[in-house]
């Protein structure tokens, strides 16, 4: 049997009904990862994968059926601690560091069944937009590999996309999940700010960075994040609300809903095979009988410098913890001692970080400094602000907002690497949603000319993400695009 390309319910359905074992599945998965291993979406395979996968085997039927996620196989992106495992959030400056815990959302999923299969590659300390400044080297999109998965979770959802898992977790600081989701034609989801712990998830923007799922079918994001949600007492941040039952409840009737289009957006620039899908989903919704309204985000477009000025000062707050003194990479000092500790600091973080995590901190570090803080980072809070207000103003108007992920489908390999300005423009639709601390849902929508995948994203008020599953559901069962590149089953 062939179930490389099985949803992950599929999976524990067949596991439950014994047609199939965990054992099996995981050894099929390990297989494609091997076969693909060009794509360099993998940065470290679980050589415990099988063993957990046979104490799976061995439950009880009673046991098995309380398992949400009964051995479905998940690639989890190398910025989430797995006890045990290898993780470098692709960085020279944890090569080698093994945690001695495991973030909580992973807890939550091994509890509920999942077998992490391998860590996936990203960008250093998920700082980019293409997958391009990992310290392991690019990650190639599945269905061209000319081109970019996207980023930072490029890895996790080029390994969706190529079938090495049915499931892979990613975060989103500022479309982390959904731009790459949207690039690799998988259904990527950022939940409401506080929904999952990030209690073992390594910091980049603390008020921004939430974990989520990517998964080939909108009903399986909504089923795993059921599992990962929920209160953390490890992390002040995370929300108390109840967790709701998501999977169970979509209902692909849009007849009801009102959703919005801010006028804004259409005024960005965006290539013809974008607005094209984009137009094509709005003439869908109409025809599901939606009620689509014009609504007005007048500040979004101050969204791309609010969001590099807060996220890259909070960078370099977290990041000032990797020193080489306590853990982690540590510069040659025994042909030439250190001169003192600004000597010894500068080296060591010098020779660990990447160009594009010290360009961040550079900027953020400036953003707090003294003469500039007022004038820069306090300010662009205070937009911060009102950009959240203008949602809040605009969910009292629609049901959900509905826009493009980015500006065009993904683009090549070394393309926009050298212009950060470019490659921060891309991000015009996604960021303004960790900005305001609302969920958002990349569902793929159509094709380029080239044969690319196009997502289109959904936005919703805070702790709605039921209203994203619907829509997006009825959009997948109306469209029901083919969920994998030829060539990769």
């Known amino acids: ?88 959030a692709a960085s020279k400056m944890l090569d080698g560091f093994i945690p001695p815990y495991s973030a909580t959302l992973i807890s939550r999923l091994e509890k509920n069944g999942a077998i992490v299969l391998a860590k996936a590659n ?33 890895g996790s959802a080029a390994a969706l996309a190529a079938a090495m898992a049915p499931v892979s977790i990613g975060t989103d600081t500022g479309g982390s999940i959904r731009q790459p989701a949207h690039f690799c034609g998988v259904v990527g989801l950022k939940p409401t700010y506080g929904r999952i712990s990030r209690y073992g998830v390594i910091a980049f923007a603390s008020s ?99 969001y590099y000025l807060i996220t890259s000062s909070e960078a370099s707050s977290n990041l000032s913890r990797f020193d080489g003194v306590r853990y982690g990479y540590r510069a040659d000092f025994k042909s030439q001692p250190a001169e003192d500790l600004i000597d010894f600091y500068g080296r060591t973080r010098g020779l660990g970080f990447g160009h594009e995590v010290k360009r961040r901190i550079m900027l953020g570090t400036f953003a707090l400094s003294s003469g500039y803080y007022d004038d820069y980072f306090q300010k662009a809070c205070r937009v911060r602000r009102l950009i959240q207000n203008e949602f809040l103003s605009a969910f009292g108007q629609c049901d959900a907002i509905l826009s493009p992920v980015a500006t065009s489908a993904a683009f090549k390999l070394k393309e926009k690497v050298d212009d950060p300005l470019a490659m921060f423009a891309n991000d015009i639709f996604t960021t303004s949603a960790n900005l305001a601390g609302i969920p958002a849902l990349s569902v793929p929508a159509g094709f380029s000319s080239l044969g690319l995948p196009i997502g289109i994203q959904l936005q919703a008020n805070h702790f709605n993400e039921q209203v994203l599953f619907d829509i997006g559901s009825y959009v997948e069962k109306e469209l029901n695009l083919k969920k994998r590149a030829d060539h990769v089953l």
């Open 1 to 88: 049997m062939n179930y490389l390309g099985l949803e992950a319910s599929h999976i524990r359905e067949l596991i439950l009904k014994k047609e199939i074992t965990s054992t099996q599945v995981v050894e099929g998965f390990l297989d494609q990862i091997e076969r693909h291993k060009d794509l360099n979406a993998i940065v470290n395979v679980n050589e415990k994968s099988l063993d957990r996968a046979k104490s799976i085997d061995s439950l009880t039927p009673e046991q098995a059926m309380e398992k949400k996620l009964l051995g479905v196989p998940i690639i989890v992106k190398d910025l989430i601690c797995t006890e045990g495992l290898e993780t470098t």
């Open 122 to 154: 990203l960008d250093e300390f998920a700082m980019g937009s293409s997958n391009e400044t990992s310290f392991y080297g690019s990650t190639l999109n599945p269905w061209n590999k000319e081109y970019v998965p996207g980023g930072s979770s490029g």
């Open 208 to 306: 921004f960075d939430q974990a989520g799922p990517m998964t080939t079918s909108v009903k399986d994001a909504a089923l795993v994040c059921e599992v990962m949600s929920g209160y953390d007492p490890h992390d002040g941040t995370s929300s108390e609300r109840e967790v709701p039952s998501w999977s169970e409840s979509i209902c692909s009737d849009v007849s009801k809903l009102t959703i919005g289009i801010p006028k804004e957006y259409m005024e960005f620039e965006v290539d013809e095979d974008t607005r094209k899908v984009f137009n094509s989903v709005v003439d869908l919704l109409k025809k599901g009988g939606a009620n689509i309204v014009e609504v007005s985000l007048s500040l979004v477009k101050q969204a791309i410098p609010v």
